[in-house]
């Protein structure tokens, strides 16, 4: 039980990757200007690479960023802002007493702006909370990186804590285990006697990055446990990376090009559920969604079952719960 007493200067900060404001091109470029000009995402020097980002990226790859946007944008805004207030509200809900924050690492709300909202409050212990399962370079570092470069520019400093992973807590694979059977439950169960698959999809990282990442070794510790949980092997339910971005080696076997082979060599049924993304977002909904979708369906699949990120479903939401109080240990009861 949380002490609400002994809680009134702690802080939570749930933190994700972040969303343009709107699936405008300008607003898609501002976003990608800022995540891509972060050297734990593209490690080239500036001098090489601001000419590249500007007089390239910036305009081809934003329009075509923008246009897959727009193809999942909802009325209230993108799907990664949406799905993230809603895990911030039910969050605070299991931990009444500890004020529950969220930031986007690029865009906005923008972890700095949260940072100092949290400081004018009073708040002045901090547990970090990256929404990213498996730790890599790009994605939880970064957040560290961050809140380093913060610390920086303040004379009174928060005292914080980190959450570095929780690849293989117990609560999130058992969430993640319940997301997919609640989607069986409404679909039924695909045919693995017949060959019909559940595809574990995962972000991808550069090759160069992998080689002194832990990522792909909690990546695969995820999908072992998920598997076990569901009593799969990996025959029926293999693992692939996805999002590759640029012309350099990314770790492989590509989720692209798994599905088109699945439908091409007989697979009537295809489900994809992507542990790394606590949240549905652009590469969920659309990628997976439409694009691998449509790869399957062209190649002769039949049916294509795109299973939702975690969200703010109530078995991840007690499992992050638990995951925070263990974390705020000392600091709470």
């Not at 609400?4 to 200067?9: E, F, H, K, R, V």
Request: aromatic letters at 10%; hydrophobic letters at 40%; one cysteine or more.
């Amino acid at each position: 039980m949380v002490d609400d007493m002994a809680t009134d200067d702690i802080g939570v900060v749930l933190v994700n990757l972040g969303t343009p404001a709107s699936p405008a091109l300008r607003d898609v470029q501002t976003y990608l200007r800022e995540f891509l000009s972060d050297r734990r995402i593209v490690p080239l020097s500036p001098v090489i690479w601001r000419p590249i980002l500007e007089l390239s990226v910036l305009h081809g790859h934003a329009k075509l960023s923008a246009a897959k946007y727009a193809s999942i944008w909802t009325p209230d805004g993108s799907p990664l802002l949406l799905h993230t207030q809603a895990q911030q509200k039910a969050l605070a809900e299991h931990l009444p007493g500890v004020r529950v924050a969220y930031a986007m690492r690029y865009g906005q709300p923008s972890f700095d702006s949260v940072l100092g909202g949290l400081y004018a409050d009073g708040i002045r212990r901090l547990l970090i909370v990256p929404m990213y399962p498996q730790f890599s370079t790009t994605t939880v570092a970064t957040v560290f990186d961050a809140m380093a470069r913060y610390l920086l520019t303040c004379q009174d400093q928060f005292e914080y804590r980190t959450i570095r992973t929780f690849h293989d807590d117990a609560g999130y694979i058992e969430a993640a285990a319940q997301r997919v059977e609640a989607t069986w439950a409404h679909t039924g169960r695909p045919d693995f006697a017949s060959g019909d698959k559940l595809l574990l999809s995962f972000h991808g990282i550069p090759v160069f990055t992998a080689s002194a990442d832990p990522y792909p070794s909690e990546c695969e510790r995820t999908a072992t446990l998920l598997r076990a949980r569901l009593g799969l092997d990996a025959d029926v339910c293999p693992m692939t990376y996805q999002s590759k971005f640029g012309r350099g080696a990314w770790l492989t076997p590509a989720t692209i090009d798994t599905v088109a082979k699945l439908g091409e060599s007989g697979t009537k049924r295809l489900d994809v559920f992507c542990p790394g993304f606590t949240a549905d977002c652009l590469e969920t909904e659309e990628e997976i969604g439409l694009l691998n979708r449509d790869a399957f369906l062209a190649y002769g699949g039949q049916q294509f079952v795109r299973i939702p990120c975690l969200n703010d479903s109530a078995p991840w939401m007690d499992a992050l719960a638990a995951i925070v109080r263990t974390h705020l240990s000392g600091w709470v009861d």
